[in-house]
């Protein structure tokens, strides 16, 4: 699976091991939620590109590195995708953050958009695109549609577990994303939940049924 990475480091799957216990309650859901988002973004964000500063120490003038290019936004998949937000602006703070409404028909599993609220530069910026779960794709193919119908161009999308249903399909309708999870799960039950996968993530993380 080309533009396909699972993030392998050892804290990243211990903590998903914990998220995924049915006895886990709410508040540590979302503290690992957090903490997993943070960790991804640690790995998600080794590619970014350096450019040289020069810059004055108390000592002397030297020429260092600083971030260049495209500025970042991170983007989630609401409702579930908000929980890995604030671990992420832990480490990119200036980041913007845009928001993409979205819910699957639980009959259907087709997704409805009901909500984008994106900067209005866009198109210039770099963006993670960040849901926990990857389940039949539905969803974020519809977030990367609507994210390039504003003129987006340069998308990661940043899952904690992921189907190998959803992951081929994402790839095949939007091959230029990089696609990145903590799991590649075994696959889709009969109801679209991911298997053995850790329930419904947006209900888990905000205590509703
Ligand atoms: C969940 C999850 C993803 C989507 C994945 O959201 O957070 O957005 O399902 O499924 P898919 O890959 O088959 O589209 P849900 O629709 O349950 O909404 P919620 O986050 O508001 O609970
Ligand atoms: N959405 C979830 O929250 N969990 C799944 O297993 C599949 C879709």
């Known amino acids: 699976m080309s533009n396909f990475q699972v993030i392998n480091h050892p804290l990243i799957q211990h ?4 998220l995924r216990r049915k006895d886990m309650g709410t508040k540590v859901f979302r503290e690992l939620v957090d903490e997993i988002g943070m960790l991804m973004a640690y790995e998600v964000s080794r590619d970014l ?8 120490t108390p000592i002397t003038t030297t020429t260092q590195k600083q971030l260049a290019g495209k500025k970042l936004a ?3 998949i609401l409702r579930a995708g908000i929980g890995m937000v604030d671990g992420i602006l832990k480490l990119i703070p200036a980041a913007k953050v845009g928001h993409i409404g979205m819910y699957r028909d639980e009959e259907t599993l087709e997704p409805h958009e009901y909500l984008v609220k994106l900067p ?5 910026r770099q963006i993670f695109l960040v849901d926990p779960m990857l389940a ?6 519809l977030a990367v549609d609507s994210l390039k119908k504003r003129g987006a161009t340069n998308i990661k999308f940043v899952c904690l577990v992921a189907a190998p ?3 081929q399909a994402l790839q095949k309708a939007h091959p230029d994303v990089n696609i990145y999870t903590a799991s590649l799960d075994e696959k889709l039950n009969e109801h679209g939940y991911i298997v053995p996968g850790l329930g419904d993530a947006g209900d888990r993380l905000f205590g509703t049924k």
């Open 49 to 56: 590109p350096l450019e040289d500063v020069e810059i004055e």
């Open 136 to 141: 039949t794709g539905g969803s974020a193919i």
């Open 120 to 124: 209005e530069d866009i198109s210039s």
């Open 15 to 18: 903590k998903l091991s914990i």
């Open 74 to 76: 991170i983007v989630p």
């Open 165 to 167: 249903e959803g992951v």
